[in-house]
C-alpha cells in the first residue's frame, strides 16, 4: 500500500474517534476509490486488522 493511502487511512481512524466521521469520510474515500485492484485488497486487510483504530476499543472491551 502506497505511504499516502496508509496515512489516510491512519487519518481517517483518528478523526473517527473522534466522532469527526464526516471529515475521515472525506479523507478516506478518495484513496478507496482510486486504490487499483491490488491495494484495494491491502486496504481491506488493513481494514480488517485494525478495526479498533476506528472504534478506540481494545479486544478486552469488546469481548
Keep these: 500500500m502506497r505511504p499516502s493511502t496508509l496515512r489516510?487511512?491512519?487519518r481517517a481512524a483518528e478523526l473517527t474517534r473522534q466522532n469527526?466521521?464526516?471529515?475521515?469520510v472525506l479523507i478516506a474515500e478518495p484513496v478507496i476509490l482510486t486504490a487499483d485492484t491490488y491495494e484495494g485488497e491491502e486496504i481491506l486487510?488493513?481494514?480488517a486488522a485494525h478495526v479498533t483504530d476506528?472504534?478506540?476499543?481494545?479486544?478486552?472491551?469488546?469481548r
Design 54 to 62: 476506528f472504534t478506540g476499543e481494545t479486544d478486552k472491551e469488546i
Design 8 to 10: 489516510a487511512l491512519q
Design 20 to 24: 469527526r466521521l464526516t471529515e475521515a
Design 45 to 47: 486487510r488493513w481494514l
